[in-house]
């Protein structure tokens, strides 16, 4: 039955997703508030939790795939006993960036080996439909945060040679409504 009710709402999710791409060339990708490798690097994470996803726009996703390898690296490094206060400062500067811009409410313990938040609900209590329509505006709502992100925390969770801060400065907003007329 549950796998039934999960496909029902992926397929719900999809035939939407294809249509706004059809039309609008904008689209929105399942995320995991705290990766999926992330999640798998942890361990102890049941099937059910590896299945808890946001869908937000694509090209969030894209950037937030560099807050994740980063994050990852990071956990890594507790996972092996590295607990230098450098190496905790990173992880909290990733932590709040993430928070800042809208984008991840996860939590994960110091030690880096037990997950406190998901960020998401389980994936049958999600509401695809609304997650979209809600996450629509997450783009601009974006663009507009980093105003409020300091050059050096942006230094501090990704090392001052880093391209990460480049590649969110590039966000470009999106005629939301347009996209919110066709829900």
Same mark, same amino acid.
């Given at each position: 039955?549950?796998?039934?009710?999960?496909?029902?709402?992926?397929?719900?999710?999809?035939?939407?997703? =294809?249509?706004?791409?059809?039309?609008?060339?904008?689209?929105?990708?399942?995320?995991?508030?705290?990766?999926?490798?992330?999640?798998?690097?942890?361990?102890?994470?049941?099937?059910?939790?590896?299945?808890?996803?946001?869908?937000?726009?694509?090209?969030? =996703?894209?950037?937030?795939?560099?807050?994740?390898?980063?994050?990852?690296?990071?956990?890594?490094?507790?996972?092996?006993?590295?607990?230098?206060?450098?190496?905790?400062?990173?992880?909290?500067?990733?932590?709040?960036?993430?928070?800042?811009?809208?984008?991840?409410?996860?939590?994960?313990?110091?030690?880096?080996?037990?997950?406190?938040?998901?960020?998401?609900?389980?994936?049958?209590?999600?509401?695809?439909?609304?997650?979209?329509?809600? =996450?629509?505006?997450?783009?601009?709502?974006?663009?507009?945060?980093?105003?409020?992100? #300091?050059?050096? #925390?942006? #230094?501090?969770?990704?090392?001052?040679?880093?391209?990460?801060?480049?590649?969110?400065?590039?966000?470009?907003?999106?005629?939301?409504?347009?996209?919110?007329?066709?829900?």
């Amino acid at each position: 039955k549950k796998y039934d009710a999960a496909m029902k709402k992926l397929s719900q999710y999809n035939k939407i997703n =294809n249509e706004l791409k059809k039309v609008f060339g904008f689209n929105f990708e399942l995320d995991h508030p705290l990766s999926f490798q992330n999640l798998k690097n942890i361990g102890n994470v049941s099937p059910e939790n590896l299945l808890r996803v946001t869908p937000i726009p694509k090209d969030i =996703n894209r950037i937030k795939i560099g807050l994740d390898g980063t994050y990852n690296n990071i956990l890594s490094a507790l996972r092996s006993g590295d607990t230098s206060p450098a190496l905790l400062k990173q992880k909290k500067a990733i932590e709040s960036i993430a928070s800042k811009l809208g984008i991840g409410e996860f939590k994960v313990s110091k030690t880096g080996d037990k997950i406190l938040s998901f960020g998401a609900k389980p994936f049958l209590k999600t509401d695809l439909i609304g997650g979209m329509q809600e =996450n629509i505006h997450l783009q601009n709502q974006i663009a507009k945060n980093l105003e409020n992100i #300091e050059l050096n #925390e942006l #230094e501090t969770a990704f090392g001052k040679k880093s391209k990460m801060p480049a590649s969110l400065k590039k966000l470009k907003p999106v005629d939301t409504k347009k996209i919110l007329k066709f829900f």
